[in-house]
């Protein structure tokens, strides 16, 4: 037993720079999904079980965009940021469009009946099962590996670990993303009607706020970044229909982990998962990866379900 | 035209037409990773030709379709509807005067029931013999096993393909067909893994219910869901125990040995339509005095107001495993039927997708209503059936996944309580409206 764990340590010992660098970039792309989940749970109260879709669908509308624009050439590095930048934008729409047609279809006939929990659950299950078969109808249900619009060589090495291009790439973008999002929702009108929506959407509603208007943007937001990190997601391991599942348990797993409803929470739950799970690698078979995330989401339930920030509905960030 | 484009009619306008083409392309043929658009332009530019009438583009004919379900129901409207309400208000009182009579009930339950006996003798079409036990047979038990969970408990569970699974698996190891070593020296027929199979999937149902019972609706949804995963992946990784992702082909089929009385049960469908009519029976009248026993009384208490059961002295938590580990025991004896029949068993079998597929047949015929659930069962799963066996033009099987989706969001939308509502859900629905003023964003 203690010769298992130490062996194992020594691999962790080997490999802890590349694995941190790994569970990092990870971890950016857990965080943008979770902020999804957790800005709709702070102004419903409910989880947007289709955001799964919204990280898919923004994964496959960059994966033709690539496609297009890039095809079989090599873009210089000028084209390479336009190219990056426009799969960003388009990515990112593309998830702010299904999100908004989400909320239209299944989420707001309900709104209008006062319908029980379930019944949201059930029209969101319903939701991203339609969208994800639709997509397998429409786009086949192979794994299709996007065309990058820059090579994936190793920019520098920390304590022997390489760096890769792809790693840098999604941190930047996500730290601008984030960080953008944290000030809209913070300092803007619109960041301010989410806020008090979140808190209380009776006395928001008597302020003047529009109740639906606030909650379509929530989704738009929540959807560029969903569909953004889709974009990020696919460079590194291509598109295919059932590509939202996976990460976005882990999402959900980081939301809660950080304390759902808080948007700082959802980015260092995002970054811990991350860790954690590329860190688990020394000690778990490969197979079982994704049992770990699961079994960090049963464990923070279980043991401190506000998570490590704590549920923050409506306070700024 | 602005103010056209604002008005209600505009709305609605706009959702027909966004239904007319989600529909046509719905249903049109598929599109390719190397021609994305295919499949959207397909759908409106082929000349399909609906069930032998005219052919035009689907678009078209969906359109037209569209156009006649809304001038029936303008005509309805403005023509029969006083007199059919008249007509049912006439009817409706006396008819459930009768349907409150317990003779009534009993002769209507022998008719079905007598119907579902000879249905084997009228029915002759080898695919069908085998669809009635294997899709719809099967179907109707963990369609009523889910029922118990979600239906008369209220927790919405992602993950119960896990213990129709785990039926599976426990069948194929206790006969020996699994690379694991049977536990008993004799290799048993999958009659005797019944008992073992349901005692199996209860205590499982208890061990992932005692922990998870104690979270809210949305995180036992996705706690149960990532159960179900890890069931799967272990049933793909775990090599040396369940065969991996070939699973198990040498399940032996039920057979008797009871002295001189010998029978086995073969390849032809109709002994096991039979033998799964049996349970079906069984579990339907155990589940039905359930739901009005004081276990029943006290899943609905929980279900509806958790705080007030409990200060009335309901202990939330025993109650809500039970709902699981009865749900779980009638999912893993299906498992026990589909090994024995099949003889052959793997992971791809168990996916998220058979769960969300057994909770559109809860939902369609209405959560909680035992008789909705089988009706709801019978008409989904034929309905399927019918596409797969007589498929239209651009249809696939996979097809069906996207029709049940877009039902569950319809069914939520227009009606939530299912076809056959059970009273005390028609009730709980139709007035959510009233209580509570602190829900305008839909929340709590």
Known sequence: MINYFSSHFATLGHEFWGLLVGGVANGFIYALVAIGYTMVYGVLRLINFAHSEIF?????????????????????????VIYLLAGVIVGGLAGSAIATVLERVAYRPLRRRNAPKLAYLISAIGASYFLFNFAAKEFGRINLSMASPFVNHTVFTIMGAPVQMSYIIIAVVSVIMLVSLDRLVATTKLGRSIRAVAQDPETASLMGVNIDRTIVMTFVLGGFLGGAAGYLYGLSFGVVYTMGFTPALKAFTAAVLGGIGNLRGAVIGGLLLGIVESFSVAFVNGAYIDVVAFAVLVLVLLFRPTGILGERLGRAA | MMKFLRSAQAKKLGSWLALVVTVTVMTGPPGNPTQPTLGFTSSFSERVSFFGLFPAPRGVLFLALALLVAGAVLAYSRVAKAPVQRARAAVVPKYQALAGKRTFRL????????????????????????????QIAIYILLAIGLNVVVGFAGLLDLGFVAFYAIGAYVTAWVTGALPVAAPFHHHLNPFWAIPI??????????LLGVPTLRLRGDYLAIVTLGFGEIVTIFMNNLYGITGGSTGSNQIPHFSIHLGSLKYLWGLNPVPYYYLTLGFVVLFLIIFSSLEHSRIGRSWVAIREDEVAAESLGVNPLKYKVMAFAIGAASAGFAGVMTAGQSFFINPATFTLSFSINILVLVIFGGMGSIIGVVIGSVVIQTLSMYLIHTPPAGFQNSDLYIYLGALLIAMMIFRPAGLWPSKRRRREFTDAGVEGTASIAGGQ
């Not at chain 1, 965009?65 to 050439?73: A, F, P, T, V, Y």
């Open chain 1, 56 to 80: 898919m669908s923004g994964g496959f509308a960059s994966f033709f965009l690539m496609k297009w624009l890039i095809g079989s050439s090599t873009p210089n590095a000028f084209e390479s």
């Open chain 2, 107 to 134: 002769s209507w339950y022998a008719v079905v029931l007598l119907g579902a006996v000879l249905l084997p003798h009228l029915v002759t079409d080898p695919f069908w013999q085998s669809a009635m036990v294997s």
């Open chain 2, 197 to 206: 199979a349901i005692v199996v999937v209860m205590i499982a149902g208890v």
